[in-house]
C-alpha cells in the first residue's frame, strides 16, 4: 500500500484526494471516494445555505464511516456567502478535515483551528503556499497551471511549480492539476508531493451526480478541449471549450472587455440550468487539461483501485527493473 505523509496524516488508505467542486462535490460522490479510501470533500457552497450543507454533512456520514471533508472556497463576490454560518455548519456537523481555497483564509484557518479540525490550502504559487503553512495550515494543495478553474496568473505548470512547491513547503503536499492516473500519481511522488488531488477525473465515474452528456463530452475531449477566461480580467480560469467559452474568449480579444460585457455568459445560475438539462454548450463548466486522459466512465472505487494498482505496478515493476539493470551493467 502506497503510504506518505498525507495517508498518515489524515487517517486514510491512499494518497488521492477528491477536492471541492461546485455542484459535483455533494455526499454520495464524496461517500464513494472515502469508501474507496481516498478522502473526499463535499464543496460547501455547493449548498444554497448552511442548513442545507449540515443535511449533506449528515446524509454523507449515513454513507461512509471514513473519514471526509467539506471545501470552503473563499472568493471576492458582489454578494458574499455568510462565511461564518457555513463554517458553523461545518464544526457542529463534526467534519475533522476542511479544504479552503481562495483569498487570504487567516480568519477560517484560526476558527477551524479552534475546533481541533485539520486544514488543508489549496493554492496556485509559492509563495502562497508559504503564506498559509505560516497561518498554520496542516498541508497545502498546490495547483498547477493545467488544473480545472482558476489557475492563478503565474501560468506555472504542475512540472516546475510541485518541485518548487517540495523545495520550501515543510507540511504535506497535494499536487493538483492534471492528475487522473497512477502515471500521474507516481509523478507526483517523483515531484516532491505527498498525494494528489483530482477533480475533473472524479467527475467523469458513475457516482459523480452530473448528466451523463457531460461525463461523455469530457471522455470524448482531447488535452486541448479548454479554454482560458477572464485572462483580461486578472483572474482567469480553464473551462471547457464549448459555445459559451469560445464567445467569452472571442468578447476578451476584442480588447477592453469588463466583466458586465460577459456576465451573461459566465452567469452561475446559467452553468447550473445547463448541466440540469444536460446541455454542454449551454453555459460554462469548469474542467482541466487532464480530459485527454480519459477514456471512460468507471466507479469511483474501480477508478481509485486502478490508480493504486498502476503506480504500484510502475514503481516496483518499470522503475525498479530500470535500478535493476542499471546496477547489473554497472557491475
Sequence with gaps: MLKTRFTEAFGIDYPIAQGGMQWVGRAPLVAAVANAGALGFITALTQ?????????????????????????????TITPPPYAEYRRAIIEGGVKIVETAGYKPQEHVDD????????IHKCTAVRHALS??????????IDGFECAGHPGEDDIPGLILIPAAANKVKVPMLASGGFGDGRGLVAALALGADGINMGTRFCVTQEAEIPESFKQKMVEND????DLIFRTLHNTARVMKNAVSQEVVAIEKRG?????????LVAGKRGLAAMEHGDTDGGIWSAGMIQGLINDIPTVKEL?????????????GRLAQMVHRYAEAAQ
Design 256 to 264: 477592453g472587455a469588463k466583466f458586465e460585457d460577459v456576465q451573461h
Design 132 to 141: 498559509a503553512e505560516r497561518m498554520g495550515v496542516d498541508a497545502i494543495s
Design 112 to 119: 477551524f483551528k479552534a475546533h481541533d479540525i485539520k486544514v
Design 48 to 76: 444554497p445555505t448552511p442548513e442545507a450543507l449540515a443535511k449533506e454533512i449528515a446524509r454523507c456520514r449515513d454513507m461512509t464511516d471514513k473519514p471526509f471533508g467539506v471545501n470552503l472556497t473563499i472568493l471576492p
Design 223 to 226: 488535452e486541448r478541449a479548454t
Design 304 to 316: 481509485v483501485d486502478r490508480i493504486v494498482a498502476e503506480a504500484e505496478e510502475i514503481i516496483d
